[in-house]
């Protein structure tokens, strides 16, 4: 984890190298058939449901996220080609995927256009064997180039000739970066080029490319102009992937935090000594010192519920018996990944700035590992949509434009859970009171919001981000309560002899006392005056 962040990717002669020991490390991974793991059988794959390989892919993700893009970027192309690849292309290409010989990216973002992908410049032209040519440039490229397999298949968003302006005239393509000859062997030349590499901030490891498509073949990938609709298989999948991400930087940051803390000595616990034959006590016993690993620790174990609850929707979804089923199941999942995302990438990111606390200044400096995972959090806020466009996406589109009832089952999901155990014993019934008045404000706080957005459009965008943080908060606490009633009755039978179930409890309580009390003053942003930012000149913002 630390090496490659310090060795970094190299490009050389449009050839990128990945630091010492990711080839050897992607070989045993492919070899022991762990990125297949949620394949389909007849492609080589496990064909084990996408809730058991999440629970791989957080293992590996909390080891060394870097490194586990690599096979995660992968994973969605394969995705995207089993939803709208042809059947030549999926044979062709899938196997591939599955045994690790080949491995895939999603190439969006262009030098002048990221969120907004009607801008879009990359070109393609079909050509008379039914195959197009593509000519364009794409930056931020996870994984687009590396030395980890032979070759690279890049899912691409392109116009063609005479296409509607915006994003229903975008197409997708399938681009490899070395072309198959007729006898089964890559062609030698590449097909797309490497022309830089960005010296980032963080996951320094994993190759983030500045692509270049200069006369590239490339093929179709289901029907014209369907691009954004298909591509959104990949998105959808890379969001909560992010959302993973979160959880990943969580608990590596708790891990750390807590052998650091039971180990580091400095000053006397306030209410006494605890060890009076060593110089000072150990900086576990001190009240701030525990809020930063329990912040950490609380924020992990809810959204790994949340990510991996999310999954077993996923399954459903996977396994629906007929499309109106499917509908209901991609609609149910559609509300939950914004707020997956946004929240728990920003949460993820304070996790760290918690955890690095408790080493003090042994957290700024390189060597400890703090700094790494503060560094590498911070891109989950920003790739795969920024929290802003989350949060936009969530009031817009989820909400406020939503033909479905969502939102509303969604309220009553966490209603029915705090109902059923308000009159419940001891600290679960004081959590489910208030996660019942909690919920009760988020529903009038929805109410609010769209009354604001009649009168002023502005009202959606300035409320945004507060409404998906308060969202966030209320499914951290909803996922709290169902882990502290199970808890509670493992405790109450005496069958926790390690005390693990009591940890529950003890975690459930610290969120609910220290943690979900801040969607109130999130609810009461949202409902400010739009006036209070919209009204300010931008030309007087300098003085």
Not at 107 to 127: F, I, M, R, S, Y
Not at 264 to 285: E, F, H, Y
Not at 331 to 336: A, K, R, V, W, Y
Not at 376 to 403: C, F, H, P
Request: hydrophobic letters at 40%.
């Amino acid at each position: 984890y630390m090496s490659g962040d310090k060795e970094g990717c190299v490009l050389k002669d449009d050839i990128v190298t990945t630091p010492k020991g990711y080839k050897e490390a992607y070989k045993a991974l492919s070899e022991a058939g762990w990125i297949g793991i949620s394949s389909p059988a007849e492609f080589g794959g496990q064909n084990l449901p996408s809730s058991v390989g999440m629970i791989v892919k957080e293992m590996l993700a909390t080891s060394n996220w870097a490194f586990g893009m690599y096979p995660g970027l992968t994973a969605g192309a394969s995705n995207t080609l089993m939803a709208w690849g042809s059947e030549e292309q999926k044979k062709q290409v899938l196997p591939k995927f599955v045994d690790g010989t080949w491995s895939g990216t999603m190439c969006l973002t262009e030098p002048h256009c990221g969120t907004d992908l009607g801008q879009v410049k990359t070109k393609a032209v079909k050509n008379a064997d039914g195959t197009y040519t593509l000519n364009g440039t794409k930056i931020f490229i996870s994984a687009g180039d590396h030395d980890l397999t032979e070759n690279v298949i890049h899912i691409v968003l392109a116009k063609l000739p005479g296409a509607v302006e915006g994003t229903k005239g975008i197409s997708l393509f399938l681009v490899p970066r070395h072309l198959t000859k007729a006898d089964g062997t890559l062609d030698t030349k590449k097909n797309v080029i490497c022309t830089g590499l960005e010296d980032k901030m963080g996951i320094k490891a994993s190759s983030t490319c500045q692509m270049t498509f200069d006369n590239s073949i490339g093929y179709l990938i289901g029907t014209e102009s369907e691009g954004m609709k298909e591509m959104f298989t990949f998105m959808n999948a890379a969001r909560l992937g992010t959302a993973l991400q979160g959880v990943a930087h969580s608990e590596l940051a708790f891990q750390n935090a807590l052998a650091y803390a039971r180990e580091r000595r400095s000053m006397r616990a306030l209410n006494g000594t605890i060890d009076k034959d060593a110089v000072a006590d150990t900086i576990i016993n001190h009240g701030n010192v525990r809020h930063n690993i329990m912040f950490a620790k609380a924020i992990a174990e809810a959204g790994r519920c949340f990510v991996f609850d999310m999954c077993k929707i996923l399954d459903k979804y996977e396994a629906a018996p007929d499309a109106i089923t499917k509908k209901a199941w991609d609609q149910e999942l559609g509300l939950l990944t914004p707020i997956a995302k946004g929240w728990l990438t920003e949460m993820g990111q304070e996790a760290a700035s918690h955890a690095q606390q408790v080493f003090g200044g042994h957290g700024f400096i390189k060597g400890n590992g703090m700094e790494q995972i503060a560094r590498d959090a911070r891109i989950s806020t920003l790739y795969e949509g920024t929290t802003g466009i989350q949060a936009l996406d969530l009031i817009g589109r989820k909400v406020l434009l939503a033909k479905n009832n969502e939102v509303n089952k969604l309220g009553a999901k966490i209603n029915a859970l705090a109902k059923a155990n308000l009159f419940g014993k001891g600290e679960v019934s004081s959590m489910a009171w208030q996660l019942w008045i909690y919920q009760k404000s988020w529903k009038f706080l929805i109410a609010r919001i769209k009354v604001g957005a009649l009168k002023n459009k502005d009202f959606i965008g300035t409320a945004s981000e507060d409404f998906l943080m308060a969202s966030g908060y209320l499914m951290g606490a909803y996922y709290w309560l169902r882990m502290a009633t199970v808890a509670h009755e493992k405790v109450a039978k005496k069958q926790d002899p390690e005390g693990f179930y009591q940890m529950k409890i003890d975690t459930a309580n610290f969120y609910f006392q220290r943690v979900f009390p801040r969607m109130n003053a999130h609810v009461q942003i949202c409902t400010s005056d739009a006036k209070t930012l919209m009204r300010v000149k931008q030309e007087n913002l300098d003085l």
